[in-house]
Nanobody, 127 residues
């Protein structure tokens, strides 16, 4: 059974850091991407960052470049999102997502391509 389990959310003060984790299981494929999205109250879901697992290439939204870093532990089949210099506008429910590819390609931050979603983990940035 395919599963994506997010963890690591919480309450942090502005300027602080959090590391989100996404543990994936229940599928076998050579080519796929792990994507992070977020959705703030009253706003549309937006792409944050992604990694093509087969190549290691990454992609970031402009709003998080230089502050967030996506990485992988292939042995654990876990993807991390290190979030530094957090701002109140980063407050959202953060979702991990799986995008399966027929052929190797870079990941893209589009909801249309997502094949499976995690349940989300809440990040609140507030003093």
């Amino acid at each position: 059974q395919l599963q994506l389990v997010e963890s690591g959310g919480g309450l942090v003060q502005p300027g602080g850091s959090l590391r989100l984790s996404c543990a994936a299981s229940g599928f076998t494929t050579n080519y796929y991407g792990i994507l992070w999205f977020r959705q703030a109250p009253g706003k549309e879901r937006e792409g944050v960052s992604c990694i093509s697992v087969h190549s290691g290439s990454t992609n970031y939204a402009d709003s998080v470049k230089g502050r967030f870093t996506i990485s992988r532990d292939n042995a654990k089949n876990t993807t991390y999102l290190q979030m530094n210099s957090l701002k109140p506008e980063d407050t959202a429910l953060y979702y991990c997502a799986l995008d399966l590819y027929v052929l190797p390609r870079p990941c893209v931050l589009l909801t249309d391509g997502v094949d499976f979603w995690g349940r989300g983990t809440l990040v609140t940035v507030s003093s």
